[in-house]
């Protein structure tokens, strides 16, 4: 398919609040700011997928199904990043992961994350380690997803399945979860057409074909980008233009 992952969206009450948190949180910088959202992108030399936070102001009713793993480089970085993202605002969270190695947070609008453990095979991902997708089929929706993405699978197993890009930056992570999914996720990948290829219609097009269908997320008409939703029924965009 011919279609490269571009952005992670947030649905914010506050956009430019929570974008602020967030760019203190990783060091960021903020691009693009209009009314209607806010970009922060990573600094030169550091890769990453830019994070687009927008105004929606629908209450968070259940935990997200869609989360940041930040990286640290040892136990002291990991305690030290903790702390400093608690002085920002954060607060420590319980989904239920006991006595895990990693410390899960929600932001200062109750978005879940966590703070990973030092692991050799994040290296080199940038301050955000990876996107992860809570998936009843963590194969299955890898499978659907490398195509769309546009990035490679790295582990297929039966509990977690893995995407990057090239070999480097983060990871897109599908983790096996039984949990129903009940609302409209508040984090979504939007997606973008390749220069040089047959362009939008036909991303949404063989993304149909390979399992998505159309969603309706109040977008209305005339907007410049496509709505559609991944066979557990994710939502996710695909832009206007080319990249």
Not at 12 to 39: C, I, K, M, N
Not at 92 to 111: F, M, T
Not at 124 to 150: E, H, K, N, Q, Y
Not at 201 to 211: F, W
Request: negative net charge; charged residues 25%; contains cysteine.
């Amino acid at each position: 398919m011919s279609s490269l992952l571009v952005n992670v969206v947030v649905d914010a009450e506050d956009p430019g609040r929570l974008a602020h948190f967030w760019a203190q949180a990783l060091s960021w910088r903020t691009g693009y700011v209009d009314d209607h959202e806010v970009d922060l992108e990573p600094p030169a030399g550091e890769p990453g997928l830019p994070l687009v936070f927008v105004p929606v102001h629908d209450p968070r009713t259940a935990p997200n199904r869609i989360h940041l793993d930040l990286d640290s480089s040892s136990p002291a970085d990991q305690r030290e990043t903790v702390e400093f993202l608690l002085d920002l605002g954060a607060r420590e969270a319980d989904v239920g992961q006991g006595d895990a190695p990693w410390v899960v947070l929600v932001d200062p609008e109750g978005n879940e994350f966590c703070v990973l453990d030092p692991r050799p095979e994040y290296d080199g991902t940038g301050r955000i380690a990876a996107v992860v997708v809570a998936a009843r089929d963590p194969r299955a929706l890898a499978d659907f997803w490398a195509p769309v993405s546009g990035w490679s699978p790295v582990v297929a197993a039966p509990d977690v399945a893995s995407l990057r890009r090239d070999g480097s930056g983060p990871f897109l992570e599908f983790v096996r979860s039984d949990a129903p999914r009940t609302v409209k996720n508040r984090l979504h990948l939007d997606v973008r057409a390749r220069t040089g290829g047959p362009g939008r219609d036909r991303v949404v097009t063989d993304a149909l074909v390979a399992g998505a269908r159309p969603a309706d997320v109040g977008q209305g008409d005339g907007v410049t980008w496509t709505v559609l939703s991944d066979p557990e029924g994710n939502e996710f965009c695909v832009l206007s233009g080319t990249v």
